[in-house]
């Protein structure tokens, strides 16, 4: 059974949801996870134009036209970082991360593919600045794991809220007990969850 005719069967709302937006577009990236998560780090809490400036200006303090590497991150001190719009917290996570990858506390891609969701979650979270919500996208984008519910994210409870015509948003808890029914295939009930919240701030529902 494919993953679009498993959650039509598990959940009448989620059916819908897939007629109205069609097939979902989630491809696994596949980048290194030192740069999956420095990228993550540097969108965190801010809007995507803002956060591709400052993505494209730290790139743009190395030499290389290829993603940086941990040791030449690990080059420049807090400083120069930050003159790529970064703050002092982001610029301090981002050194932290190049240590921990030269460490061997990040996995590589091959050792991410052994590992299994949690054990990421609880080997990835020990990272400054790598909570769990971060740990939860690169899972879903970079990996492609199937079946991750980012039940902290605000985009994913908003999209239930409108979806299933709720007064308020769901607590973390009441998502989780939700989508049991939509497993093994939660990470794709979670890209529906986000296009229903866009099409609210779009003025479609």
Partial sequence: MNTVRHLSNADPIMAK??????????????LLPFQ???????????????ADTILKRFRGLFTVKTF????QVMQLDV???????????KANYIRDLAQ?????????????????????????TCIKGVGRWTVEM?????????????VH???????????YRKRTEPTPEQLERYGLRWSPQRSTAAWYLWRAADGLADGNW
């Fill in 17 to 30: 949801l897939i007629a109205r937006f069609g097939p979902t577009d989630l491809k696994p990236r596949r």
């Fill in 36 to 50: 999956a998560l420095a990228k993550a780090i540097i969108y965190q809490q801010l809007s995507g134009a803002a």
């Fill in 68 to 71: 940086p590497t941990p040791a």
């Fill in 79 to 89: 400083d120069r970082l930050r003159t790529a719009g970064l703050s002092r917290p």
């Fill in 100 to 124: 921990k990858t030269s460490d061997g506390v990040v996995p590589t891609l091959r050792e991410c593919d052994r590992l299994t969701d949690a054990e990421l979650v609880e080997r990835l």
């Fill in 138 to 150: 690169l899972l879903i984008f970079n990996l492609g794991r199937p079946d991750v519910l980012p």
């Fill in 153 to 163: 994210d605000l985009g994913v409870r908003r999209g239930y809220q409108v979806a």
